[in-house]
């Protein structure tokens, strides 16, 4: 329910906070007193479009906040959860709308779009009148009625749909996974064998592509590697050379190695080193002389690094990696090609299941039918006693066979539209096609009769529901208002002094003068101040007898 609503700086009113009953709430007043401006700032807080317009004169901007308070379990806290957004029940809503005609919203705390927040308003919020927010105008939401009233038989017969479907939908799987049809397999082969074929063909080895990389860097560079090792050659062994020169330092060392055990001690070092540095040129001269520069060998390597760098772009980063892919084509190809009787056999299920699906589908539109019919009939009853005598109300159903079928609905295969004339002699006419006014709030109000939590929706809004009606018929709106308030909280607009007189809360709505501007104020009225609003609006003067009057009225609705 919509436990409070303030409104701050939107049209005349400059600062309202209204605190709601939770059943039947009805807002009075003169004509042009602002009682739109209430619906119009719960229309803003709900997701309605604005402009900047709506912001009262010589303000920079408007700010409306809702405070909702529901069941945890409700579809309304589901979708708040799916946001990501907590709630323990309560729900507050706050929109602002600043002069440069910007918009932004929050829910709980947390900052919601447009579209978030249409989501979570269009179920906890039905407004009747002259607003968008409207359950049944959707004929998605027609179906979902219908099918409460139907009850567990049909929440049966759509989880078995579901279930089919689902397993429907997996062997559909397992048949692509296996190829598909035998075009589709056909294709899947060709295509694996090639790339099977392919790397198979280039006999991969792991670590091959660093190999000839390293390969190919010394193959480039054969000029100034035998350039190098030549020069080191020469200096080492060329007349006067490093090797020249350590020889003669141990025939130094040698003549002198008798004088001092320390110069005895360098002779066997020098000895190493010339050994060394004889192996050091030996070497680099057997490494120049088998040094070569082939160029078919470099054109091999050139080409077996491109091969390789192919197979990475297509299979894989490395060669474990391509060699894996391999491994799993192998398996998939066998698969595939030994998948015929798998396949046949998962077709035969798909059958069967759509089967199933189709006679569930028929069952649940029998049970549609009957619903339907009951339906109908009681809400024209209601209809009728709402003063609309020629009101016909029935719910078309589209036509399907098993060809036309949708079996891929767990809701069946129906496509079903409300259908409502008001006038003898007027066609029938889908419901969302209905102009919206008087009529269509007593048609939601003789539907919400016959119904019980079917929608989810906690608050219902009315707003002139009491054009052309007087009377019998507003004491019939008052009582099935009240009928209605047991079990959703009820917001009107009214004119009828019947209406007032159900209410669980009376609010009246009116203006007056405060330094120099007009301002609408909002009222709760105390029991004796309802008692004189009843009395003004009969357009009795206030007398004794008016007095009486509206206490007897006030009292026949206490019974109920």
Do not use: W
């Not at 619906?39 to 900047?52: H, M, P, R, T, W």
């Not at 959703?488 to 405060?514: M, N, Y």
């Amino acid at each position: 329910m919509l436990h409070r609503l303030h409104v701050k700086n939107v049209a005349l009113i400059s600062e309202a906070d209204i605190e709601f009953d939770q059943r039947l709430n009805v807002l009075s007043g003169e004509t042009g007193s602002g009682k739109s401006v209430i619906l119009e700032s719960i229309n803003f807080v709900l997701g309605s479009k604005a402009d900047k317009t709506m912001i009262r004169f010589g303000e920079q901007e408007a700010t409306v906040r809702a405070e909702f308070t529901v069941d945890e379990n409700c579809e309304a806290a589901e979708q708040l959860r799916e946001y990501d957004i907590e709630t323990d029940g309560n729900i507050i809503i706050s929109r602002r709308l600043t002069a440069d005609g910007k918009s932004s919203v929050k829910i709980n705390g947390n900052s919601v779009t447009a579209a978030m927040l249409k989501a979570v308003t269009q179920r906890l919020v039905d407004v009747h009148g002259q607003s968008e927010h409207f359950f049944l105008m959707n004929e998605d939401n027609q179906l979902k009625v219908l099918d409460g009233i139907c009850g567990p038989e049909m929440l049966k017969i759509k989880v078995d749909l579901a279930r089919f479907i689902l397993e429907s939908k997996l062997r559909k799987k397992q048949i692509e996974e296996l190829g598909g049809d035998e075009s589709e397999r056909e294709r899947k082969l060709d295509m694996l064998g090639f790339q099977i074929n392919e790397i198979e063909a280039a006999e991969l080895k792991v670590g091959e592509y660093e190999e000839l990389k390293e390969k190919q860097n010394l193959i480039a560079n054969t000029e100034k590697i035998f350039g190098a090792l030549n020069a080191v050659h020469s200096l080492l062994s060329d007349d006067g050379g490093c090797i020249d020169g350590i020889s003669s330092a141990q025939h130094y060392i040698n003549s002198i190695g008798s004088f001092s055990r320390d110069y005895g001690e360098l002779a066997p070092r020098l000895e190493n080193l010339y050994a060394e540095m004889s192996d050091i040129s030996e070497t680099v001269a057997d490494l120049a002389e088998n040094l070569t520069f082939d160029e078919e060998e470099a054109r091999a390597v050139d080409e077996r690094l491109a091969l390789i760098k192919t197979l990475r772009k297509k299979y894989g980063a490395d060669e474990e990696k391509i060699l894996a892919f391999l491994d799993e084509a192998k398996l998939q190809y066998d698969a595939i090609y030994d998948s015929a009787n798998a396949i046949e056999k998962y077709q035969k299920e798909i059958a069967g299941f759509k089967n199933q699906i189709y006679d569930l589908c028929v069952r649940a539109t029998e049970l549609r039918k009957a619903a339907a019919e009951k339906f109908c009939k009681a809400v024209t009853g209601e209809l009728h006693t709402l003063n609309i005598k020629d009101a016909v109300f029935e719910v078309k159903f589209n036509s399907y066979d098993r060809e036309s079928a949708d079996l891929q609905s767990p809701n069946g295969s129906d496509k079903i539209s409300f259908m409502f004339s008001a006038n003898k002699g007027e066609p029938l006419k889908p419901l969302n096609k209905v102009i919206s006014g008087g009529e269509m709030s007593r048609f939601m109000l003789a539907v919400k009769t016959c119904l019980k939590n079917i929608n989810g929706i906690s608050t219902y809004i009315f707003d002139e529901i009491d054009a052309g009606i007087s009377g019998y018929t507003a004491k019939t709106v008052a009582e099935k208002f009240l009928t209605i308030s047991q079990s959703a909280q009820i917001i009107a607009v009214s004119h009828l002094p019947q209406i007032c007189a159900a209410s669980t809360a009376q609010f009246l709505i009116f203006k007056e003068e405060s330094g120099g501007k007009t301002l609408t104020k909002v009222k709760r009225l105390t029991d004796e101040e309802k008692i004189a609003e009843i009395v003004r609006l009969t357009g009795n003067v206030n007398s004794a007898a008016a007095t009486e009057h509206a206490k007897e009225l006030i009292n026949q609705f206490k019974k109920l």
